[in-house]
């Protein structure tokens, strides 16, 4: 009889940890949620300071929606609109060999990457050891999540 009460006591301390668990998770996605409008604007002011120290004209005015978005498009990372122009900017992160390099992509009005840019010179000397072949590949799945994002928009 002492055996039923023992394994009642593990699964009352297995429940236990588990709806800990849940509820850590939930609190972390709220979290998520409603600090994403944050996470946004420091986004767009570092990226921002970036491209004003680099001399680069354009600046990132707010993020565009990747709602709805299928396949690569939604996985491609966060983008934004420019100021004055209908091209965009997509923030990510190239990843090769135990090398990083965080950097923006300014695309054009016609969904083409105009630039890539580093952000900062840990990234910029990441990116000159990068081969060339690996960067086209970035540029190309980012112009093709750009297709992907604006067929979408025009569908609407």
């Known amino acids: 009889m002492s055996g039923t009460h023992q394994d009642r ?7 236990l940890v588990c709806a800990w668990f849940a509820v850590s998770l939930i609190m972390i996605g709220c979290l998520a949620f409603f600090s994403a409008s944050m996470r946004d604007e420091s986004a767009i002011r570092s990226v921002n300071g970036f491209l004003e120290k680099g001399g680069e004209p354009r600046r990132l005015s707010e993020r565009a929606s990747n709602w709805g978005a299928e396949g690569r498009a939604a996985l491609a990372g966060p983008r934004f609109s420019l100021d004055g122009s209908t091209g965009g900017a997509l923030i990510f992160t190239i990843t090769a060999g135990g ?6 992509a300014l695309i054009d009005e016609e ?3 105009d630039a890539v840019l580093p952000m900062g010179s840990g990234s910029s ?6 081969p060339a ?3 086209q590949s970035y540029i190309s799945r980012i112009e093709e999540s750009e297709r992907m994002v604006r067929s979408r928009e025009k569908r609407k």
């Not at 000397?125 to 990068?130: P, Q």
């Open 111 to 113: 969904g083409r990457v």
């Open 99 to 104: 090398v990083v390099a965080n950097c923006v």
């Open 133 to 135: 072949g690996l960067i």
């Open 9 to 15: 006591g593990v699964a009352a301390e297995y429940g």
């Open 125 to 130: 000397e990441a990116l000159r050891r990068l």
